[in-house]
């Protein structure tokens, strides 16, 4: 398995195409709900699909992709894109970032230059890192995906492939949020002689019945969370029964209209991030148009979504441990809690299943809170392994 150099050039006739299908799109009926209680309003929708197809420049955004160094690799069959950017530190620590649905590589980008070159950012040139940012399997540039069966263990299989087999690093650091946290905290518990340690937004450890978890559980200064947890127990619920039930149907309404894919993205970035209902709080056009663009472009939303269905008929929650030790995930773990975080889990919770070792409240930022709050995001890794450096052979 080598690892090849990998540029981003979409086709032109693809852009003139997606600018066509926007131009003429069929736009459906809307009334009394500029509070969004059905789904995403209308005429907020519609600015935003004239600002993708005039104003967006998807060029601009390739050129801030290939800024660093891409590059595609198939194991087992399996296209894996990714970054690979050294850092510029005495000895860089190797950390895997995985993200998320709906999230892509890119939501990593602006750690980029805080992780690599500490020093550039203000901080210590020994706390730098060699980052490895992949595409999930089906998501992004990880494409065409014709293999079944990629639940939560496979794809941590895969992604230890890549950074040890592939890369060459031994032994290395792993953080992630979303899916990627349940993928991180899995390899600390099968890989952990690998694995330096874990830092994710969500303590997603392998035996966690999240569905379970008894008010009670939560402390007196955790009730923030339950109340969180109710705020949005609906806006996890209709994607999560569609896309672990029968995401091919709905992949076929998405994969031909560009803007059903914006909306079902975008509805989701709004309920979800720390914005107080207006999504451009948290995150610019830029950056909003670039997610639509890339799952559009890559034809990937309806691979990304089987990811929920693959978990779900592998046996959903909890993941199986594949070992008896306690706790189950055993190598250093920390965990970066976001105040509108959707799976909020009590601290207690977390340290019976976990090697716990920092709990940090963030003062803003919500279920993309890497991609959100950049700054302590980067921050936070380089303060969690500044203390694991020596494991990093």
Known sequence: MKAEPFEIAIPQDELDDLRLRLGRTRWADDYGNHDWRYGVERRWLEEMIAYWRDGYDWRATERAINRYPNFKVSIDGIPLHFVHVRGNGRKPMPLLLLHGWPWTFMDYYPLIGPLTDPAAHGADSEDAFDLIIPSLPGYGFSMPLTTAGLDIPRQAELFRTLVRDVLGYPRFAVGGGDWGAAITTWMGHAFAQEVIGVLASIPYFPGLE???????????????????????????????????TDPQTLAYALVDSPVGTAAWLWERRRAWSDCNGDLLAAFDRESLCALASIYWLTRSIGTSMRSYWEHARAGGLPLKPVHERTPPVGVPCGFAIFPKEVMLIPRAVAAEGTNLKRWTLMRRGGHFGFAENAADSAAEFRSFFASLRGGAT
């Open 210 to 244: 999240l569905p379970a978890l008894a008010p009670e559980r939560y402390a007196p200064e955790e009730q923030w969370m339950l109340a969180r947890r109710s705020e949005t127990a609906d806006s996890i619920m209709s994607h999560f029964v569609v896309q672990s």
